[in-house]
Nanobody, 123 residues
Framework: QVQLVESGGGLVQAGNSLRLSCAAS????????MAWFRQAPGKEREFVSW????????RYADFVKGRFTLSRDNAEKKVNLEMNSLKREDTAVYYC????????????????WGQGTQVTVSS
């Protein structure tokens, strides 16, 4: 079993940057593909980014491509989401997720979820 704890959320002005981290517990972190999703008020949770077990492959939703970078450190059992050039529409609760298969963006395919961290982007 994997437990995920997100951190790094907060209030930031548009155009600025924020770094989210997800710390995992459990022995098999390196066997899980990892991902981030987000959920804005009144909207469904949506896929943001994914990284492979070894960190050698990533993919991003079109609306964050070129602005967000996902990385992982298997020794530290962490994934980090660097968010640059933030926009008001990036305001959401961001969730760390474990187990999303390659090519999938479906919530039902996620094995474990974190509790979420709030990101608020002001103009």
């Amino acid at each position: 079993q994997v437990q995920l704890v997100e951190s790094g959320g907060g209030l930031v002005q548009a155009g600025n940057s924020l770094r989210l981290s997800c710390a995992a517990s459990g022995r098999f972190f390196s066997t899980y593909h990892m991902a981030w999703f987000r959920q804005a008020p009144g909207k469904e949770r949506e896929f943001v980014s994914w990284i492979s077990r070894g960190g050698d492959s990533t993919r991003y939703a079109d609306f964050v491509k070129g602005r967000f970078t996902l990385s992982r450190d298997n020794a530290e059992k962490k994934v980090n989401l660097e968010m640059n050039s933030l926009k008001r529409e990036d305001t959401a609760v961001y969730y760390c997720a474990a187990g999303l298969p390659p090519g999938s963006t479906a919530l039902r395919h996620v094995s474990y979820w974190g509790q979420g961290t709030q990101v608020t982007v002001s103009s």
